[in-house]
């Protein structure tokens, strides 16, 4: 458990919970006994996060690309709590039926961009806005967005993924961005972005072929790794890019 000492009751509210990363978030706060609740949102209604039996978990529904269901959803927590001491942002799209990542600039067309960018970018600043009132109280706390080292354009010698790669960059600097705000009005708020490694989820499966099994990690592992660089943060490293080692990452 992370060395915190907190005036309110510990809260959580993790975003893009009904599968991959986000459910395993989840359970991971839960068995640790990591905080006194856990708000986690879905758009799956038939999601394993339903088979958690925990009087401290509260399921709701939302949509990230839908700001009006980012207020409600908000304002619902606010209805029980003054205070979330983790928001941590797990919705990322790379693949959808036809949707595939663009291999050249011949497949690109405007509306699979689009849909890039209000996923895996405008939803997450959106996600900020309205949860800073929540932020805006005296204990340590944390806003992590699940990034890719793909989106880093320092560390890109391979092109492709077009719309992936700029849409997690895009996510870097509205977090990058948020951070600076945040000092101001969240001083304890420490905002990063992380990149999580290779993980056996639905996201990564149609392209694991080619990854060697040692840097294919379970989700387990992926979210035991993750907590353990939230766990060291600094209020010194809010607005930073962190790999699921805990290194810094290249814009």
Excluded at 25 to 53: G, M
Aim: charged fraction near 20%; glycine fraction near 6%.
């Amino acid at each position: 458990m992370a060395a915190m000492v907190n005036s309110n009751p510990t809260t959580a509210l993790i975003v893009g919970a009904s599968q991959g990363i986000g459910l395993e978030f989840v359970r991971q706060f839960l068995e640790s006994d990591r905080v006194d609740r856990v708000y986690a949102t879905y758009r799956n209604p038939q999601s394993e996060l339903f088979t958690i039996a925990d009087s401290r978990l509260r399921c709701l529904s939302m949509d990230i690309t839908e700001e009006p269901q980012i207020a409600t959803v908000v304002k619902e927590i606010q209805t029980e709590t003054t205070a979330l001491h983790y928001v941590i942002n797990c919705v990322g799209v790379l693949h959808e039926g036809a949707m595939q990542p663009e291999k050249s600039l011949r497949q690109l067309n405007a509306e699979q961009l689009l849909h890039y960018f209000q996923v895996n970018s405008i939803g997450a600043v959106l996600l900020a806005k309205h949860v800073q009132p929540l932020l805006k109280h005296s204990d340590r706390a944390i806003l992590a967005t699940i990034s890719a080292k793909i989106g880093s354009i320092g560390d890109n010698y391979l092109g492709g993924w077009y719309g992936y790669r700029a849409s997690k960059a895009a996510l870097n600097m509205f977090m990058r961005t948020t951070a600076i705000e945040y000092k101001r009005t969240c001083p304890r708020a420490i905002v990063v972005t992380l990149h999580p490694g290779t993980t056996d989820t639905q996201l990564s499966r149609p392209f694991q072929r080619n990854v060697p099994s040692e840097k294919l990690f379970p989700v387990e592992r992926t979210v035991g790794q993750l907590l353990k660089v939230l766990d060291q943060l600094q209020e010194k490293d809010s607005g930073e890019f962190f790999s699921w080692d805990g290194s810094r990452l290249p814009w």
